[in-house]
């Protein structure tokens, strides 16, 4: 979490410890709630508000595969 890498639009954030609310960064508006940057994920995201959700989730690799199976099987046709 490099914390001087973006600005604070609407949010809270404490050095190397929390950062959570709306964040302009690198040219991109992004949702940060993150405490445990090791239990973070990132999804990204087209034709939203944010271009990016940062979350801590309890288990990564379990968000992030039922993540890919609900974007592998979606109803395209909705």
């Known amino acids: 979490m490099d914390w ?3 600005v ?5 954030s404490v050095p190397g410890i929390f950062r959570a609310g709306t964040f302009y960064q690198k040219g991109d508006r992004v ?7 090791q239990n973070a994920i990132v999804v990204e995201l087209d034709h939203e508000h944010f271009s990016k959700l940062i979350i ?5 690799v379990s968000a ?9 099987h979606s109803d395209s046709s909705t």
């Open 4 to 6: 001087f890498d973006s």
């Open 8 to 12: 604070k639009l609407l949010g809270t």
């Open 31 to 37: 949702f940060w709630d993150v405490h445990d940057l």
């Open 56 to 60: 801590e989730v309890a288990d990564p």
């Open 64 to 72: 992030i595969n039922l993540l890919n199976y609900a974007i592998n």
